[in-house]
């Protein structure tokens, strides 16, 4: 299972002993961050209670079908929807609409061969939308036709007559809780077209349909609700040079006039599509940290044209501004040091004899004194040299920002101490040096005569006893 384990990351390196470096810089652009999120999150909140929270989307379909298909289609209520419809008559008088009752003319549904009720409600589906409109003549050759139009036109003045036509309608509610299409449940949400006739000719209407399909996406473990409306688009007409004359097949001893006849053209291969879904809490929650994420990164950016100068002049500052530190004290007191007698080196030899192991015990003990004055004389030394050295001056932080353009600002001394540091860094730093020096490292102690055989075990380290203390 090792191999297939590409979650664990590589161990990092301590800098300064610590984890990471902190700066000021770097916590006054953490503190620009935590201002700049706030604000994205009060906005996202605000704009999330003020504003619409479906996303929708709209689509004109076209897609051609097989015989099969448009038969299939034909029985699926969605694209064949069942539709309430009411009709009716007017003239035209004096400036108004009037449902009168002098029009002789009847309403007639060739589907189901029977007579409809002006003014009545009735539901049919769209392919099966065939209504005719008929006057009712009083002899099989319809003689009387246009003496009823004579006395229209002489008695009332009456030249414009119409057929009202209306249908369940419907409301596109988007943004509507509980569903996107309100019906004409409270009949109170209707579509209402006036046709006007014309009793010298026979008229041929058909309308155009066009179905609305609508699909709602839910969330997990729910399903997608559907619904479908429709509407008329358009219509096509021709007509006739004279009425027609017809005779109805459940009274074949009665004549009429044909004056309208009515039906719908339902192409289902071109429709209009509606998918929304509604923008949840976890949506938002999920733009934000998406967001937040990428704002970190684009600082994270910024903020590594900085860090990288400065934690590499920080280490050497660390190095050389570093204080000596005192490892005795004298005052007719014990050492207040390593306990110095410790520190007696025994030379060890191929032949592990007793005498020799005495004889450099005693050797060392006579050059105690002689190697502490010279100890002391020597950590002096140390002390006056660190003190006559240079230090590293504070820089300003824009000046490690300048420092990613050194090869135009070479003259300037503050742009070559950083690169100096950055050289060094480089050099003694990068990982063929770190390792070059490590295998030329094992090649010294495997040729060095130990005076301490102590020093060989890797458990004599003081953090690796105080890390015993606790097994």
Not at 117 to 138: A, L, P, Q, R, V
Not at 142 to 168: A, K, M
Not at 405 to 419: D, E, M, V
Request: net charge neutral; charged share 25%.
């Amino acid at each position: 299972m090792h191999p297939l384990d590409i979650i664990s990351n590589s161990p990092n390196l301590y800098i300064l002993r610590k984890e990471s470096n902190k700066t000021n810089f770097g916590g006054f652009l953490f503190l620009i961050y935590l201002i700049i999120i706030i604000t994205i999150f009060v906005y996202y909140i605000i704009n999330y209670t003020k504003n619409d929270k479906y996303i929708i989307q709209s689509f004109n379909h076209f897609n051609f079908k097989t015989k099969e298909e448009e038969e299939e289609r034909n029985k699926n209520d969605f694209y064949n929807p069942t539709i309430n419809f009411t009709l009716g008559t007017s003239v035209y008088f004096l400036g108004h609409f009037f449902n009168s009752t002098i029009l002789k003319l009847q309403i007639y549904d060739n589907k189901k061969e029977k007579f409809i009720e002006k003014g009545s409600k009735f539901s049919t589906k769209i392919n099966d939308f065939d209504i005719i409109i008929i006057y009712e003549c009083n002899n099989l050759n319809c003689s009387d036709y246009l003496e009823y139009l004579e006395y229209l036109r002489g008695e009332f003045d009456i030249s414009s007559y119409y057929l009202n036509f209306v249908y369940d309608g419907f409301t596109l509610a988007h943004q509507n809780e509980n569903k996107p299409i309100i019906k004409n449940e409270d009949n109170n949400k209707i579509l209402f077209r006036r046709f006007k006739l014309n009793l010298n000719k026979t008229t041929n209407i058909t309308y155009n349909w066009k179905n609305i399909l609508y699909t709602e996406k839910k969330g997990y473990f729910q399903k997608d609700s559907n619904d479908s409306c429709g509407y008329i688009e358009s219509y096509n007409s021709y007509y006739y040079d004279i009425p027609l004359r017809i005779g109805l097949t459940e009274m074949k001893d009665k004549a009429y006039i044909l004056v309208s006849e009515f039906t719908f053209n339902n192409d289902n291969t071109q429709y209009i599509e509606y998918f929304r879904k509604r923008v949840s809490e976890l949506d938002l929650l999920a733009n934000f940290l998406s967001l937040v994420a990428n704002i970190f990164t684009g600082v994270k950016f910024i903020f590594s044209f900085y860090s990288s100068n400065f934690n590499n002049f920080k280490i050497i500052e660390k190095i050389l501004n570093r204080q000596p530190k005192k490892n005795y004290k004298i005052n007719n007191n014990p050492l207040e040091m390593e306990d110095y007698e410790n520190k007696k080196f025994i030379s060890i030899r191929d032949d592990f004899s007793e005498n020799n192991i005495q004889k450099d015990i005693e050797k060392t003990e006579s050059n105690n004194d002689s190697d502490f004055h010279k100890f002391k004389d020597d950590d002096c030394d140390d002390d006056k040299s660190s003190t006559d050295s240079k230090r590293l001056k504070k820089l300003h932080f824009f000046d490690f920002f300048l420092n990613n353009i050194y090869c135009c600002l070479k003259k300037k001394k503050p742009q070559k101490i950083i690169h100096k540091c950055n050289q060094i860094i480089e050099k003694y730093a990068s990982i063929d040096m770190l390792i070059k020096n490590q295998i030329l490292i094992e090649n010294l102690l495997k040729d060095y005569k130990w005076n301490d055989p102590n020093l060989n075990n890797v458990e004599n380290n003081n953090l690796f006893v105080e890390l015993k203390t606790y097994l």
